[in-house]
């Protein structure tokens, strides 16, 4: 494990220093606690859009929005000329990523508490951006495998800016494609070790997912403001695998996977926020609704000439609609508001498995559990308070609850009411100049998988999972400190300590005996220790060069369903870290960079196997860029530059984990190098 770590470092030292001459750039501004960046900080790393300005930030990470139940308090850490979106599906890196650099006034480095926003903690970007004229920008991104995978020539985005009278505009297209693959060696043993199976098998994956938005901010009268956010996408994604199988289990055959997959998913959100009385009003609405039928079928061809096959399929619509009503008003240093949600989440869906006829047609087979529809009405009531305790304190705090009326028609279908409380404690405090110190203590209710309620069956790795009606959404205290300090010249360090204490955690849990499914457990607990870091290293003379590095550490336990033993949560966190050399060649417009990433999850558990799947073990990249080609920024860059592989490593059982091992896979498939190519420019 140590040379993985080591491997950052001895490619860092291979590498060359270009030395020149020009001074370091300048330190941010500081306003009343704020690090405020300008365009001008900006000015070497040429920059397109406010996402390339904040992600030079140093030591600075974007957090998005986490798709909490509802809208709720806010949850990630970068905001809109101090204001969150209202939704989901667009997602702030895909509006910064669409918001031109010259569109930028500047970017505040705030403490999350200080904003007049509940749920925001720790270091905030408040991104404030003013509009003029019509803008557009446009991005092309093909990307090539040397194995396995089909050419992607499909992803691009093209957006265009605005104003018209009181109202700013963002209109954009995408199609975010991928393509992927591998291929290679899989070995089956028993028990004592012995080969029983060898597979020589090979998969590729392409997917589209074009997708039509937009956002207009109104600028309404006095000092009323709204915003309306609109998306409609589609996806499609087609799945073949093919290989062969020799050996004694299951005899000597080909076999062939496809997976076909199709659907849409749209949004329509905005918010109207005005002066009513001593304080202001927002109104809130928000409708969403997706779709993504999918059929998967495997057919095995053996030596003998017979022929075996399986299918699954899955069909259903899935939507969500919001209310939200937040009220705020000052009374002298204090900031109050109360807030009140109604959200309706709906699944109608249905599983369907079916085996291979004689003559080859496929008929379907009862799936007890496969079918019905799930409904979820759920209403908040939540009041916030915060002010400053001092120059250098401010806290907040919000407290509340919810009530919840969950019922399922079919699948022994249930009605269950639920009341929860909610709410969290938060604190800021300017230790010194360079340091920041903030904490967050909260209480909060998990959202549920509607698909996790109905059974189903997954025909390409032999899998089945009941149906369980009885879920319940997970429950969790959350304790966050986190600390920031300024290395001067040098970039920015900051260090987050974290905890969890989550009940009715969802894991796999036996069924009336002979099945398994997602169901809830007690207790289970996560903690971690998590740093981020970015030094400039302008200070050793090597002008434009800088180094962004993070590692986190994460533990948990859960006791197990089947065994009682403790053991990590199935499949969490448990250690990663990422390294980024960027070198801005001074008085030139070429840069060039290089990164290495790693992450190792905990093993996976069922009640019949346990394993891990992953990719890795480190990936590498680096890349050579010029930001002014006729006006255009091209990039290319050579991806898993250190043979990264596909792995799985499982041991299935013949019946629950506690019974004899059935047999033990282990997978290494190649995926290669990955060339990509990309070309940005405005209009």
């Known amino acids: ?274 002066e009513l009385g001593p304080g202001r009003m927002k109104l809130i609405a928000l409708s969403r609704g997706w779709s993504y039928p999918s059929e998967t079928t495997v057919v095995n061809q053996f030596a003998n000439g017979t022929t075996s096959g399986s299918r699954s399929s899955w069909d259903g619509d899935e939507g969500e609609t919001i209310g939200r009503g937040e009220y705020r008003w000052k009374r002298g240093a204090a900031e109050w508001q109360i807030s009140g949600e109604g959200a309706f989440n709906k699944l109608d869906g249905i599983s369907r498995l079916f085996t291979m006829r004689d003559d080859g047609s496929f008929g379907e087979i009862p799936l007890p559990g496969g079918g019905a529809k799930v409904e979820e009405d759920r209403y908040e009531l939540m009041g916030s308070y915060g002010r400053p305790l001092s120059v250098a304190l401010t806290m907040k705090v919000s407290a509340g609850g919810e009530y919840s009326q969950l019922a399922q028609v079919g699948a022994g279908g249930t009605t269950r009411t639920f009341w929860r409380p909610k709410g969290e404690a938060s604190a800021a405090w300017k230790i010194s100049p360079r340091s920041d110190l903030s904490a967050k203590l909260a209480r909060r209710v998990g959202q549920l998988n509607f698909f996790d309620f109905l059974a189903s069956s997954d025909v390409a790795n032999e899998r089945e999972r009941a149906a369980n009606p009885n879920l319940v959404p997970e429950q969790s205290w959350e304790l966050d400190v986190e600390g920031t300090r300024s290395l001067a010249s040098w970039g920015r360090t900051t260090l987050r300590v974290y905890g969890r204490l989550i009940d009715d955690i969802i894991d796999y849990i036996p069924i009336d005996g002979v099945g398994q499914a997602p169901g809830n457990l007690d207790q289970a607990t996560v903690y971690g220790i998590q740093t981020r870091n970015t030094i400039n290293l302008d200070p050793l003379g090597w002008r434009g060069a800088r180094l962004d590095a993070s590692a986190v550490w994460q533990g948990s336990r859960v006791e197990d369903p089947l065994t009682g033993v403790e053991r990590p949560i199935s499949g969490s966190l448990q250690e990663g870290f990422s390294l980024a050399l960027r070198h801005d060649v001074p008085s030139t417009d070429w840069a060039w960079g290089t990164g290495y990433s790693y992450q190792r999850n905990a093993l996976s558990y069922r009640l019949t196997e346990v394993g891990r799947q992953w990719e890795g073990p480190v990936w590498g990249e680096v890349y050579l860029e010029h930001k002014n080609i006729r006006g255009m920024t091209v990039r290319a860059g050579w991806y898993n530059l250190l043979a990264a592989d596909s792995m799985w490593d499982r041991t299935v059982h013949a019946g629950w984990r506690t019974d004899p091992v059935d047999f033990v896979e282990k997978r290494d498939r190649q995926i290669g190098p990955i060339f990509s190519f990309a070309v940005r420019g405005k209009f």
């Open 1 to 274: 494990m140590k040379s993985l770590f080591l491997a950052p470092a001895l490619a860092f030292l291979l590498i060359t220093p270009l030395l020149a001459q020009t001074p370091a750039p300048a330190a941010p501004a500081a306003t009343e606690g704020k690090r405020i960046y300008l365009p001008a900080d900006f000015t070497q790393f040429a920059p397109r859009t406010a996402l390339d300005m904040l992600n030079r930030v140093p030591g600075f990470s974007i957090k998005q929005e986490s798709l909490e139940r509802g809208l709720g308090e806010a949850s990630g850490n970068v905001v809109i000329n101090g204001q969150r979106i209202s939704g989901k599906s667009n997602d702030v890196i895909t509006e910064l990523g669409r918001i031109p650099a010259g569109n930028v006034e500047r970017i505040e480095i705030v403490e999350g508490e200080t904003l007049d926003i509940p749920g925001l903690t720790g270091q905030v970007a408040n991104v404030i951006v003013r509009s003029t004229g019509i803008s557009g920008q446009w991005s092309y991104r093909p990307e090539f495998r040397s194995y396995y995978a089909d050419p992607l020539f499909t992803r691009f985005d093209i957006s265009v800016s605005g104003t018209r009278g009181p109202v700013q505009y963002t209109l954009g297209l995408d199609n975010r494609g991928n393509r992927s693959g591998a291929g290679g060696p899989t070995w089956l043993s028993n028990e004592s070790g012995t080969i029983i199976e060898t597979r020589d098998e090979e998969w590729r994956g392409n997917s589209e997912q074009p997708r039509l938005s937009g956002r207009f901010v109104y600028d309404g009268p006095g000092s009323s403001v709204g915003n309306l956010n609109l998306s409609y996408s589609r996806f499609y994604f087609d799945y073949l695998e093919t290989g062969t199988r020799l050996g004694t289990r299951s005899g000597d055959h080909t076999r062939r996977v496809t997976s076909d997959e199709n659907g849409y998913r749209f949004e329509a959100g905005g918010d109207y926020e005005f």
